[in-house]
């Protein structure tokens, strides 16, 4: 089978009240954004959070985008950038990096292409991504409710997944955090025990201990990423937070 799935982000003032979008049907989508970004962010974003929304899926992936600096970022521009360093030709370090790198980690092991669409073209599944994108920007600039979505249902039987969690807002001028980051900030993930209060009052240096919990296809990318970098798990992590 193929997914077919359009991306999309939003930025009222670019930089601004910012949000992305991925969208299958009505019932399959999801959206986040911040309340500070680029345009160019979100359209990385939602393009990042497809990706993480069918690891778990052995299907071909075909991507709508009608950002073209998206589409060349990941098809054309990418492998030479990793290969100075994530640097461009005149040695400036590249925009987004974080955002980049992260992608380049959930394309490993995908089968998928990328088709550029024109934007504002009344192009069904671009424009319900682009809805979606702008709805969460306006919300962040109203500072209501995020419209996050039902996230990945797959369509006929299967599983549901929560939607991704929104990302902090990125510091002004700098990229989104990681998904680390967010994982650390939402405490879906954690479960933590620490003595550390305690042990401070008492002068001692106390230890904690982190209980991760993780869906079938963020162990395969966290296995993945660490494997990469030559390193455990536990390793990894600990360098993450």
Not at 125 to 146: F, K
Not at 164 to 193: K, S
Not at 199 to 222: I, K, P, Q, W
Not at 224 to 231: K, M
């Amino acid at each position: 089978m193929t997914i077919i799935a359009a991306a999309d982000g939003s930025a009222l003032g670019n930089p601004g009240p910012a949000g992305w979008a991925w969208y299958v049907d009505d019932s399959c989508w999801a959206a986040g954004g911040w309340p500070h970004a680029t345009n160019n962010q979100g359209e990385l974003k939602a393009v990042l959070e497809l990706f993480r929304a069918t690891a778990h899926l052995d299907d071909d992936l075909h991507v709508l985008c009608d950002s073209q600096y998206v589409i060349n970022s990941v098809t054309k521009w990418m492998p030479g950038w990793k290969k100075k360093g994530w640097r461009k030709a005149d040695g400036k370090p590249v925009m987004n990096v974080e955002l980049l790198r992260e992608i380049d980690d959930a394309l490993a092991g995908r089968r998928y292409r990328f088709e550029w669409v024109k934007g504002h073209a009344n192009h069904t599944l671009n424009e319900a991504a682009d809805a979606r994108a702008r709805a969460v920007a306006e919300a962040y600039q109203r500072r209501t409710t995020i419209p996050a979505g039902p996230g990945w249902s797959g369509g006929a039987g299967a599983p549901v997944t929560s939607p991704p969690a929104p990302a902090r807002p990125p510091e002004p001028g700098g990229a989104p955090v990681t998904l680390f980051d967010e994982i650390a900030e939402h405490g879906a993930l954690f479960d933590t025990a620490s003595k550390a209060e305690p042990a401070r009052e008492a002068g001692r240096t106390a230890s904690v201990t982190l209980t991760l919990t993780l869906t079938d296809a963020e162990h395969a990318r966290l296995t993945q990423r660490a494997a990469r970098r030559g390193v455990s798990v536990e390793e990894l992590l600990r360098e993450l937070i």
